[in-house]
């Protein structure tokens, strides 16, 4: 990256511009050369996702292994597949009735983690299989930065080095033990695509921790978030508590119907991934272009697109800009107004595919626990947002700069009810992203 010229894009008409135009401003190549580094692939496998990875990665197998991920996670039948998965393994976890005492960061990351991959990797999913790879993948994503920023590494950064080989070998052993054969449809489509370039089980294995990474590295932190500013907040968690109400028809919780009856609960998504969102959108110019007569962006550099900085404009949002305030979002009678520039989720046609996924996930999570849990400051004092954490580049969103001891309960009102989810279709959820 020394050698090439980085532009710094921040102007909102610039950067539409930039989406727009994916045969001048490549998505792949620089996302492929970080993900080499990222899970130090072999040869060559590497040779394979760079050789190919002609007119800018707009076609060849790094196009076809994102393909094949990127059509499922549309509104439409596989995705509604992964989501019902999802939710009966929310069921099962949130299953127990007695009080627990816990980090709330470690319970979230427990939650969030198994139901985001329970969908997709099926009955033998890694992270159930064996439950060291949820710490082996807190330790990866939060420090996985060192692995393209330090030399060496596995000497350098051991604890993330090593937190990286137990995913792998989690992961290649879940193909030894025969479990692609009852995983989604989508995975074994996946693995019968990258197979088919003689890719071997053990970095089809590293391929899939860059999966996870995408699925996760985002999601998890949004649910810890959406947990940190409603349940610190009385008011706000009475509110919601009231909207996610209206979804109830006897014990049976209508996913589907979020976006229309909950407009504060979606606010709060809305607001959350304001201020949490950090990670910039990142593109490799294929050519000399001129953008609106005035801006000379030469071949071969990096462009990196601000995510943040629309974010916190002042003159977007006004003076409250810093403040965490989801009703900017709603219009004087209380309905949806996403009026702004919330673009916590990239843009053009490599905008991220699994924004539909995640939001029905965090949704499902968010509002179950609301209607029949109650928490609580493990130690009684009143519950203060963290920071966020700075400290530490991500490349997903920020996380809390600190943790929490909670105490997590069944509402009394609903100690006994099992719940049921209706989720009709996702449709819900694809409008105004
Ligand atoms: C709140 C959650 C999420 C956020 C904020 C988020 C954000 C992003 C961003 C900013 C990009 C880059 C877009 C660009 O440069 O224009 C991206 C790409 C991507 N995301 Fe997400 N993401 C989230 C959840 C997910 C989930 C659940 C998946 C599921 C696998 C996913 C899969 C992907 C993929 C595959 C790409 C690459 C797109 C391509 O190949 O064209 N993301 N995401």
């Not at 509604?80 to 627990?100: M, N, R, Y």
């Not at 939650?111 to 439950?131: E, H, M, Q, S």
């Not at 709060?268 to 801006?295: A, M």
């Not at 029949?372 to 700069?401: E, N």
Request: charged letters at 25%.
């Amino acid at each position: 990256m020394l050698w090439r010229k980085v532009y710094v894009l921040q102007a909102e008409e610039l950067t539409r511009i930039i989406y727009r135009q994916p045969k001048d401003y490549a998505f792949y190549p620089l996302a492929t050369s970080a993900t080499i580094k990222l899970l130090d692939l072999r040869k060559t496998t590497a040779n394979l996702l760079q050789q190919l990875n002609h007119d800018g990665g707009n076609v060849g197998p790094v196009k076809e292994f994102h393909g094949v991920f990127k059509r499922a996670l549309l509104p439409g039948p596989s995705l509604d597949t992964f989501v019902k998965c999802a939710l009966e393994d929310l069921k099962v976890e949130l299953s127990p009735i007695s009080p627990v005492e816990t980090s709330l960061r470690q319970w979230v990351d427990v939650l969030a983690i198994r139901v985001g991959t329970a969908a997709i990797w099926g009955p033998k999913n890694p992270f159930r299989v064996d439950p060291t790879l949820i710490e082996a993948f807190r330790k990866f994503d939060d420090d996985c930065y060192t692995l393209y920023a330090y030399p060496l590494p596995r000497w350098t950064a051991t604890g993330v080095f090593n937190a990286r080989e137990k995913l792998c070998s989690g992961f290649a052993a879940f193909y030894y033990d025969g479990g692609i054969a009852e995983a989604s449809e989508i995975l074994q489509r996946r693995f019968d695509v990258i197979t088919s370039h003689g890719v071997p089980v053990e970095e089809t294995a590293r391929l899939d921790l860059a999966l996870v990474h995408g699925l996760l590295t985002n999601t998890v932190p949004v649910t810890l978030w959406m947990f940190h500013h409603i349940f610190s907040n009385e008011l706000l968690l009475e509110e919601i508590y009231q909207e996610t109400r209206g979804l109830l028809n006897g014990d049976t919780i209508a996913i589907k119907d979020v976006r229309e009856k909950c407009p504060l609960l979606v606010a709060t998504w809305f607001e959350v991934l304001r201020l949490v969102s950090g990670f910039p959108s990142l593109r490799t110019t294929l050519r000399d272009t001129t953008i609106k007569n005035k801006c000379l962006l030469k071949r071969d550099a990096y462009l990196v697109i601000s995510g943040v900085t629309p974010h916190r404009d002042p003159e977007i949002w006004g003076e409250d800009v810093s403040e965490f305030n989801p009703r900017r979002y709603l219009n004087k009678s209380g309905k949806e107004d996403l009026r702004g520039a919330v673009r916590p989720f990239g843009g053009g046609p490599f905008m991220c595919p699994g924004r539909f996924l995640a939001f029905a996930e965090v949704m499902s999570i968010v509002v179950t626990v609301v209607l029949h849990f109650q928490i609580k400051t493990a130690d009684g004092r009143p519950w203060t947002v963290p920071k966020i954490g700075m400290g530490k580049p991500s490349l997903g969103m920020h996380k809390p700069a600190s943790d929490l001891d909670v105490i997590i309960m069944r509402r009394s009102d609903y100690k006994y009810v099992e719940w049921k989810y209706d989720l009709g279709d996702l449709t819900m959820s694809s409008r105004a992203f």
